[in-house]
Structure formats: structure tokens, C-alpha cells
């Protein structure tokens, strides 16, 4: 079975500074990778995902992250913060070709300092 | 399209009721799930359907049914409510499921409490 693990539930940064969320998986077949996110009072979002080809993946909101097999990690970044970004941030696994789960991370919270 | 709609927005339930959260999404897709959203938790599967009449178990399944009569509709009922059901729950679609790497579109939620 598949599982995530998002280091830090709560992340601080300024305006401007480099935004880094870390998430490690676990699967016994080739994974497909997501990131999530969830603003105040609203329902999830699809920010980007990696299903197979480049392993650099670029989302929206000037989002992106890289699939390392290696390290069975998927983080994700930004160069540059902006307010708007405040959100919480779920990173998620699923199985190619294997059971129809789809498995989440506990998230993490992203406060942007002005 | 509206998308994934889900009522009602809130609900508070006292131990013993029953009651059933709606889904519905006009987007024709085949996978349909249910999670709950605990704080520190994440999103948790409680169960999915990748069509009409196929439904099957998730992550945290107990105290909680579901039927799939039509590709439209996918319902979560409870049928005691516990304290424990206590959440926010969220329903979510794709046409083909995160086995072959769709994306899930997301309900705005429904806010249980359960006294």
C-alpha cells in the first residue's frame, strides 16, 4: 500500500523568499504524484502532478516540483512568495495501474510573512 | 458546469441520528470518492466508486454507506452518528481515478458536528 509523508506541518515564510515543501512517498509500483491545495473554507485543488515523462513538473501559480525516484521524494517549490500563496498544501499518491486510492499526506500550512 | 456540489454546507447531528451527505457532479465522470478532514490528519479515503452500481472501501470505511445508482450521484450515509464523525467532509470526481492518474475535482465540503 502507498503512503506520504509531508515534513512540517507548518511552514513560515516572507514575501519574496523561496517556498520549499517536502514530501516523501512510499509504493510498490511506479507512483503518480500530486500536489494539492486547499485555501480557507474551500475544497481542494489540483496544483500539479507527475505521471510519467519529465520528471521536472511545472503547475500553476508559478508552482513546480521534481520526481526523484532515488529518493522517493516529490518536493515542492517557488522562487519567489507572494501573500496569495497562504494555503494549506497536500501532497498525494496513487498506484499506476493499481487500486483506485488515492492517498494524502497530512498537510502542510504555509504562512507568507509580509 | 457546476462541477462537484455537495449539501448541505453544514450540519450538526446529535449521537444516534442518521442522516446522508449529497454529491453530485454534471461533468459525466466515472470515479467518484468520499473523504473526511481531520486537523493534523489530512484527507482520509472513506470509500470510492469507479461506477454506477461498483462501490468499495477506503482507509476509515466503518459507520459509514455508500450506494452508486447513478453516475451522477454518489451519497454518504451515516447511520448512528458518533462523536467521532465529528469533520469535514469532501467529495471528489474524476472520470477515470487516480489508478491511471486523473485528476480529482473536489466538492466545497460539508462541516459535521456530531454532539
Known amino acids: 500500500a502507498q503512503s506520504v509523508t509531508q515534513l512540517g506541518s507548518h511552514v513560515s515564510v516572507s514575501e519574496g523568499a523561496l517556498v520549499l515543501l517536502r514530501c516523501n512517498y512510499s509504493?510498490?509500483?511506479?507512483?503518480?504524484l500530486f500536489w494539492y491545495v486547499q485555501y480557507p473554507n474551500q475544497g481542494l485543488q489540483l496544483l500539479l502532478k507527475y505521471t510519467t515523462g519529465a520528471t521536472l513538473v511545472k503547475g500553476i501559480n508559478g508552482f513546480e516540483a521534481e520526481f526523484k525516484k532515488s529518493e522517493t521524494s516529490f518536493h515542492l517549490t517557488k522562487p519567489s512568495a507572494h501573500m496569495s500563496d497562504a494555503a494549506e498544501y497536500f501532497c498525494a499518491v496513487s498506484e499506476q495501474g493499481g487500486s483506485e486510492k488515492l492517498v494524502f499526506g497530512k498537510g502542510t500550512k504555509l504562512t507568507v510573512n509580509p | 458546469n457546476a462541477g462537484v456540489t455537495q449539501t448541505p454546507k453544514f450540519q450538526v447531528l446529535k449521537t444516534g441520528q442518521s442522516m446522508t451527505l449529497q454529491c453530485a457532479q454534471d461533468m459525466n465522470h466515472e470515479y467518484m470518492s468520499w473523504y473526511r478532514q481531520d486537523p493534523g490528519m489530512g484527507l482520509r479515503l472513506i470509500h470510492y466508486s469507479v461506477g454506477a452500481g461498483i462501490t468499495d472501501q477506503g482507509e476509515v470505511p466503518n459507520g459509514y454507506n455508500v450506494s452508486r445508482s447513478t453516475t451522477e450521484d454518489f451519497p454518504l450515509r451515516l447511520l448512528s452518528a458518533a462523536p467521532s464523525q465529528t469533520s469535514v467532509y469532501f467529495c471528489?470526481?474524476?472520470?477515470?481515478?487516480?489508478?491511471?492518474?486523473?485528476?480529482?475535482?473536489f466538492g466545497p465540503g460539508t462541516r459535521l458536528t456530531v454532539l
Open positions: 509504493s510498490s509500483v511506479p507512483p503518480y
Open positions: 471528489a470526481s474524476s472520470y477515470s481515478g487516480p489508478g491511471l492518474g486523473d485528476t480529482q475535482y
